[in-house]
């Protein structure tokens, strides 16, 4: 069975509750494919996944854009991964690059907050990437490597994981990996998989894109064969995530 196309849209830190719902009102008017072609996941900030999960269509799903590392408790501004199982929330995105710059997660930091979402029943966006430093030292596959070996160390069932791909250096500036340097990197990490955890992970875990995806050059990447969908940032606040989410039908037409 192949890998369903997966995209989501991390809201990051934007948005009152009147954008908000403008957002959703467009995300439910929308025609896109079905769930059979197509995952949709949004990520809004923690304050707001209440109200849109209240809002949004049935086949969407939410996901937070962080949690805690263990059990909640004595830890005063964190949110638990209890506390979205509670709150019906499928989804956490972990390890993004502006969380590993700006607060500066590392890697076994990451792995750990990875293994303890999944121990209570969450799934998953794990997001790897390189800076431009690294990128032009060479260094990029070793980077990326070290990032995920943080969370195969860990965890032993990859159902619930999927890997973004962002390059840091294309977060947010308008320069975006060219499908070539995407499907290299995703080719390098799915190698990896295969060669560290198992042959049937590397070929069923989805491996997601994210830096400045746009409804421009969404389907060139799309079309990679080891690009299983995006992680989309900014464009998801705005209406072309649906020409985003429709490039789906890229990879079922193929």
Known sequence: MGRKFFVGGNWKCNGTTDEVKKIVTTLN???????DVVEVVVSPPFVFLTLVKGL??????????????????????????????????PYVILGHSERRQLLREANDFVGDKVAYALSQGLKVIACVGETLEQRESGSTMD???AQTKAIADRISDWTN?????????????????????????????RKWLHANVSAEVAAS??????????????????AQPDVDGF????????????????SATVKSSA
């Open 29 to 35: 008017e929308a025609e896109v494919p079905s769930e």
């Open 56 to 89: 949004l269509r049935s086949d969407f799903n939410i996901a937070a854009q962080n949690c805690w590392v263990r059990k909640g408790g004595a830890f005063t501004g964190e949110v638990s991964a209890e506390m979205l199982v509670n709150l019906g929330i």
């Open 143 to 145: 980077v990326v490597a």
């Open 161 to 189: 994981v999927v890997v973004a791909y962002e390059p840091v250096w294309a977060i947010g500036t308008g320069k975006v990996a060219t499908p070539a340097q995407a499907q290299e990197v995703h080719c390098g990490l």
């Open 205 to 222: 875990t989805r491996i997601i894109y994210g830096g400045s995806v746009s409804g421009a050059n969404c389907k060139e990447l799309a």
């Open 231 to 246: 992680l989309v940032g900014g464009a998801s606040l705005k209406p072309e995530f649906v020409d985003i989410i429709k």
